[in-house]
């Protein structure tokens, strides 16, 4: 069974742009989550989509946004960057029923300049 | 204010021998916890999970234990091998809130040969 794909893997950025990440469940997974990491704050939770509804949302501003699509493939869009975004940005995969299992993707690398 | 807190940043064990990794918590709401392993440069990885109404689950060489009264647990890797060296995070969260996963800060684990 393939696991949890990140596009792209690396991303660089300027200040002000926006930013759309993928990410594709493992096969049979509908909810799918997002989270940040940084060396400062760990990793954090920024929301939670299942059947193509956000199910959670963590304490990020209303730039981070989401949106999953029918097939569970879920993506993340930032919108006028800030340097403080550069992060490792992680999306995990899970069945969503009753067991709260999650399985990680590889990342995908945001470097804002 | 940290809800998840593992004051342990780092541990060396000798291979053989035994691990244990401590994590704390504040929010008396949480139900569920899960560990992972992280190393650098991939997600992190579910190890194993356990639930509130348990205090022990075991899974092969890791097992994890739970005290709620002291909101408390923490995971035995026996025997210690070198390929165990990586990052440990625990994670919590409160039952029917979905993927909503809190992570303690992590613990760096080295297993010396």
């Known amino acids: 069974k393939a696991g949890v794909t990140q596009t792209p893997r690396y991303l660089i950025k300027t200040r002000g742009q926006q930013v759309t990440l993928s990410c594709s469940p493992i096969?049979?997974?509908?909810?799918v989550s997002w989270y940040q990491q940084t060396p400062g704050q760990g990793l954090q939770f920024l929301f939670e989509?299942?059947?193509?509804?956000?199910?959670n949302k963590g304490n990020f501003p209303g730039r981070f946004s989401g949106r999953q699509f029918s097939n569970s493939r879920s993506e993340m869009n930032v919108s006028t960057l800030e340097l403080g975004d550069s992060a490792l940005y992680l999306c995990?995969?899970?069945?969503?029923?009753?067991?709260?299992?999650?399985?990680f993707g590889p990342g995908t690398r945001l470097t804002v300049t | 204010d940290q809800q998840v807190k593992q004051n342990s940043p780092s541990l060396s064990v000798q291979e053989g021998r035994i691990s244990i990794l401590n994590c704390d918590y504040t929010?008396?709401?949480?139900?569920?916890f899960l560990w992972y392993k992280k190393y650098p440069a991939e997600g992190p990885t579910f190890l194993i999970s356990?639930?509130?109404?348990?205090d022990k689950n075991e899974d092969g060489r890791f097992t994890v234990f739970l005290n709620k009264s002291a909101k408390h647990l923490s995971l035995h890797i026996v025997p210690s091998q070198p390929g165990d060296s990586a990052v440990y995070f625990c994670?919590?969260?409160?039952?029917?809130?979905?993927?909503?996963?809190?992570f303690g800060p992590g613990t760096r684990l080295s297993v010396l040969p």
């Open positions: 989509y299942f059947s193509e509804t956000q199910r």
């Open positions: 356990i639930s509130s109404i348990k």
């Open positions: 994670a919590a969260a409160r039952d029917n809130y979905g993927q909503n996963f809190v």
């Open positions: 995990a995969s899970a069945t969503g029923g009753l067991s709260y299992e999650q399985y």
């Open positions: 929010n008396s709401m949480f139900d569920y």
């Open positions: 096969s049979g997974h509908r909810s």
